[in-house]
């Protein structure tokens, strides 16, 4: 294997780093799920250029989000591959990457740490990198709600009126 | 505050009174803070009848709290109107402030799983029953009856600034201008008088916002931008309901699967 297509591996991983998105269900949710999805999308330009090192995480969220078969990533053939199981220290990780047209249209996580706290370490060591996505609406059973300003008489009353039938 | 706030406890052993003591903890807050009575102590301070040696310890705490994240931010929260006459406005911070006091004292009475909503600031503690966490909605811009995401909390605050229900009432405190980048930001976090400032600073920061909390130790974000897309800090991934526990940026020991998978497609 060429060592260039290493290099390019190497910057789509920046690129998946920069660009870790994760979906929002589209059904509703009844807990969490034992794996997600992790949508991501390599950058073009991390391609052509077959920079080495990881880029810095920046505070300028990147808009990134539809891939474009690049000349290095183009060498990849179709179709759905897992990768092997691998161990860290945090636990296996394992990934399915999806290749269409072409090009790293998907990277799904097969086995992720399923230790919350240790990725949270993880994820503060790294600093504050950013994911972007596609807004989506969901219907799911919730216990309060943040980012509504209630003022309305009406919502306090509604309020009411549902606390007195629970306590009914 | 001109806001409705519920107080939603689950610890069947946790005497009633404690939950009226907050509620008039409540009511004492929005007396003292309040921008609208001309006699609280925010309007006496505001309109220089009070001088800043005289004010209350409580004031003094939220006063601090509003002076850090003016620095923090580099003025892009500010409680002062600095415009003629000069005016303070320190309610980003009280709502949050006050909640985070409202569950010391729930705490100090032995509750130990609630819920606290004020006007959709949200404090949470441990769990609404046993083994589940505490889900909190983030409302969606456009549908005010969907959530755009679902965030698993414990021991957590969640506040949302945006300007989509009383209109654009946040400005931008150094131009003032109205932040047109982003529809809503939330702000996860330990302290909700924290993500409550925070949330508005990163509201009027825009897009950049997202990832000035994210330099805030132990806050995460979530923002909307007024083009439908979602900009939010790794570590907020793993606080969703939808996230596998503990699936986050794991990328760089990912490295050596994709690369294992990358094999075979150039088989």
Known sequence: MPARA?????????GIVLLF?????????????????????????????????????????????????SAAASRFKDGRYTGGDITTRYGDVQVRVVVSRGAISDVQSVTLPSDRQRSAEISQEAGPMLHDEVLQAQSAEIDSLSGATYTSDAYAQSVQSALDQAHA | MGT?????????????DSIDRVMSWFHDVDERFSTYRGQSEVCRLSAGELRRDDISTDMRQVLALCDEVHRESNGAFDAWHRGEP????????????????????????????????AGGDVLTRGQPEPGRSWRVGVRH??????????????????ATSGAYERGAHIVDPRTGETPSELLSITVVGPSLARADAYSTAAYVLGRAGVGWVGERSGYDAYGITVHNRVVSTSGFAIRTADAASGATDTSDDAAPSVQAALDQAQG
Not at chain 2, 141 to 158: C, E, L, T, W
């Open chain 2, 141 to 158: 811009p456009h549908q005010g009856d969907k959530v755009a995401v679902v965030i698993r909390s414990v021991d957590n605050a969640v």
């Open chain 2, 4 to 16: 409705v706030i519920s107080v939603d406890v689950r610890d069947a052993s946790l005497d009633p």
């Open chain 1, 6 to 14: 290493t290099v390019a591996i190497i910057a789509t991983i920046a």
């Open chain 2, 86 to 117: 000069v005016r303070l406005d320190p309610s980003a911070v009280v709502k949050g402030w006050s909640v985070d006091r409202a569950a010391a004292l729930l705490d100090a009475a032995g509750g130990r799983n609630f819920c606290i909503n």
């Open chain 1, 21 to 69: 998105s994760f979906q929002t269900p589209d059904i509703t949710a009844t807990g969490p799920q034992r794996s997600s999805s992790v949508r991501s999308s390599p950058q073009p330009s991390a391609l052509a250029q077959g920079a080495g090192p990881a880029p810095t995480p920046s505070n300028q969220p990147s808009t990134t989000a539809t891939p474009t078969p």
